[in-house]
């Protein structure tokens, strides 16, 4: 346990050193969130429920942090671990394999609270941002979407070549999820053929899942199997493509 707690430290002291990572990670979601909330502002409406437009915003947001953590953030990290040699001098140490892995997720878990933390935090701060009592279901939502995309990343990583490769292949998979998903703007403004297809997309059903917890306090049952779907495929494909070296 030690040596895990210590291969995470180390793990956090390098994302803080990656001023790209940081960006998307912690400040891109807030800058949209603002940029919007300045737009549209946050004014309580009656045909919103009584929330505001930042309000409803927040589940995409959420899917933003969980996605660009989960398909660039990993991919891109462990690809250059594995260019460099990382990976493989850390497999020969006494430690093994299972801590060295499990300390990037817990690493990512941690960036993955941070970056939703301070979303509140600017929310809160800047638009009054109205938080639904009583939805503490949200949390294991928002770890089950994490652990989805992280295992999303792992296959990511293992398939890739290199770690140029990993950020474009990445970049090129995350965008239209972005913006078709509903995590950059409301699904409902979308054309109903692009809304059927942003059906297929994991990213959606990410903020679905986080939206209807967030906002009615009930689990969508299609967006749960969706996303548990894709851990599991995720987990079960990363193990035979995950390399090394």
């Known amino acids: 346990m030690k040596s895990f707690l210590k291969l995470t430290y180390m793990e956090l002291k390098l994302q803080l050193r ?26 309580a409406d009656e045909l919103l429920g009584g929330y505001g437009r930042v309000d409803l915003s927040v589940p995409g ?3 933003m942090i969980v996605g660009t953590i989960g398909v660039l953030g990993i991919p891109t990290t462990l690809a250059n671990y594995r260019d460099l040699g990382i990976l493989r001098r850390l497999r020969a140490t006494p430690l ?8 990037q997720v ?3 878990v941690v960036m993955t609270a941070a970056g939703i933390s301070l979303l509140f935090i600017a929310g809160l701060a800047i638009f009054g941002l109205r938080i639904p009592d009583g939805n503490l279901a949200i949390v294991p939502a928002i ?23 990993a ?23 979308m054309p109903d ?12 059903h990410v903020v679905i899942l986080v939206e209807d917890l967030w906002l009615k306090g009930t ?9 548990a779907a894709v851990l599991i495929l995720g987990l079960v494909i990363s193990r035979f493509t995950f390399r090394w070296e």
Not at 193 to 204: D, E, H, K, S
Request: glycine residues 8%; neutral net charge.
């Open 61 to 63: 947001y959420i899917g």
């Open 167 to 189: 950020q474009a292949v990445g970049m090129a998979i995350f965008y239209p999820m972005l913006f078709l998903s509903g995590a950059a703007m409301p699904r409902h403004i």
């Open 193 to 204: 053929f692009v809304q059927q297809i942003a059906g297929w997309l994991p990213l959606t």
């Open 18 to 43: 990656e001023p790209v990572a940081l960006f998307f990670t912690l400040a891109f979601p807030v800058m949209v969130m603002v940029l919007f909330g300045f737009i549209f502002g946050n004014e």
């Open 219 to 227: 689990w969508n049952l299609t967006s749960v199997t969706v996303v």
């Open 96 to 103: 093994g394999s299972t801590p060295v892995l499990w300390s």
């Open 106 to 108: 817990a690493a990512q």
């Open 143 to 165: 770890l089950l979407s994490a652990f989805s995309f992280f295992a999303v990343g792992f296959v990511l990583a293992g398939v890739m070549p290199s770690a140029r490769t």
